[in-house]
């Protein structure tokens, strides 16, 4: 983030596989969760993915509005308001929060902790 800002890019982070990942900024003094350090990150919800859908899927995640806007319409066929199409765009699934809220996220936390031990097991055995 600092390279970002000293020479004015723009960050988008690779979250597809950092569900309930967070990582220590010094600068701030506080742990940040992925999704929220860039302009915007990407969430995949692939079935082989930490935090899976049945069948593909994915998320934006933004905290800048007009960035927000455009992803709404580009994966809605480019159009803000029904059958206005102001740019080009897809047709991507709509998933709704909510929808994962109720389910796999409320076991995130403990699929994360297994998969942490999982691979520190993996690492003792490779080191022998």
């Given amino acids: 983030m600092d ?9 988008i982070e690779d979250a597809c596989q950092a569900h ?7 600068k701030d003094n506080a742990w940040k969760k992925a999704g929220s350090i860039g302009k915007a990150a990407a969430f ?4 082989g993915k930490n935090l899976g ?10 905290d800048d509005e007009a960035m927000a806007r455009r992803m709404r319409m ?3 066929h480019g159009q803000a308001k029904k059958y ?10 709509r998933f709704h929060p909510s929808r994962l809220a109720h389910g ?4 995130l936390a403990g699929w994360n902790e ?6 520190h097991r993996y690492h003792e055995c490779s080191a022998k």
């Fill in 53 to 62: 859908a049945c069948g593909e899927g994915g998320a934006i995640t933004t």
């Fill in 44 to 47: 995949s919800f692939y079935p």
């Fill in 74 to 76: 580009i994966r809605d």
């Fill in 114 to 119: 297994a998969r942490r031990t999982l691979a």
């Fill in 104 to 107: 796999e996220a409320t076991h």
């Fill in 84 to 93: 206005y199409h102001d740019i080009e765009g897809t047709m991507a699934a």
């Fill in 3 to 11: 390279l970002a800002a000293k020479y004015n890019l723009l960050v």
């Fill in 20 to 26: 309930g990942a967070s990582i220590f900024q010094k």
